[in-house]
């Protein structure tokens, strides 16, 4: 990671990940639940490694999840009940504790290298992002803590991010990273996943 980034100690990373266990379900005629586990903690591993070097807050209430984090080294905080809840929570954790701007990233990233590009200090009035490879979808958002953003995750997350840093008066700025905007949700995505490996 760039050396811009590693010294700006006032953006932190924000994970939340809901469970290992069961998720995806709409790989399941793919993938059985062994199998997705597997995959979404290897991809949990790759977006910790492209979050460094900077803080990362883990926010899931999945026992697995949580025994995963530790393992990392990595702080985590209490999943409220909803995406949009542990993205907030998340960004409250980080502005409570000085941090300036805060990356929500998703977990299931499989090219995942580096945050960098979303881990600038881009100023108090603006909001950056990635879509997915869809455009529908948003990836990694990277906003100041200082406004209260709200989430909007789920399918056309990406419009309603626009239209919320818009209507808080925030400029956006929309990142297009091939190694970010490949996620992992439906069975057109496995070969994504099947074409990487942890480095």
């Given at each position: ?198 480095t």
């Amino acid at each position: 990671m760039s050396g811009d980034v590693a010294r700006s100690p006032r953006v932190g990373v924000v994970i939340p990940i809901r469970s290992f266990i069961g998720a995806k379900a709409r790989l399941a005629d793919h993938l059985d639940e062994d199998a997705r586990a597997t995959a979404l903690r290897l991809m949990a591993d790759r977006v910790l490694d492209a979050a460094a070097p900077l803080t990362v807050i883990v926010v899931s209430s999945a026992p697995e999840v949580r025994a995963w984090a530790v393992e990392r080294g990595v702080e985590v905080v209490d999943d409220a009940g909803s995406l949009d809840a542990a993205a907030a929570g998340g960004v409250e954790h980080l502005r409570a504790r000085g941090f300036t701007r805060a990356v929500v990233v998703h977990a299931d990233l499989p090219h995942a290298r580096s945050l960098a590009p979303l881990a600038e200090d881009f100023g108090a009035d603006v909001v950056a992002m990635v879509p997915c490879h869809r455009e529908d979808g948003t990836n990694v958002l990277s906003v100041p803590t200082t406004v209260d953003f709200t989430f909007a995750y789920g399918a056309g997350s990406f419009a309603r991010h626009v239209a919320e840093a818009q209507q808080l008066g925030l400029n956006t700025v929309v990142i297009h990273d091939p190694e970010l905007s490949i996620d992992v949700d439906v069975p057109d995505d496995l070969e994504h996943l099947r074409s990487s490996s942890p480095t």
